[in-house]
């Protein structure tokens, strides 16, 4: 009696998945992309694009632990 009950209910796998769908419809689907892969030359020229943007800003910490991003240099608006 136990064993039948567990079939119907389906498998492992199928039973974290009924349990999981609610927070699936609200974050998405897993990623399952690998992560090692060869870098393409337009992901590298975003890259070198996005850390030159990034190298403009700093990051200034005030007494009460509170951060906010100030231009390195103001003059500079290459990247603005």
Do not use: C
């Amino acid at each position: 009696m136990g064993k039948g009950n567990a079939r119907d209910k389906g498998s492992a796998s199928q039973r974290f998945m009924r349990a999981t769908g609610k927070l699936r419809a609200i974050f998405g689907p897993a990623n399952r992309s690998s992560l090692v892969h060869e870098m393409t030359d337009e992901n590298r020229r975003l890259l070198e694009q996005r850390q030159a943007e990034t190298r403009q800003w700093e990051t200034i910490t005030r007494a009460d632990g509170s951060t906010y991003v100030v231009p390195r240099n103001p003059e500079d608006k290459s990247l603005r």
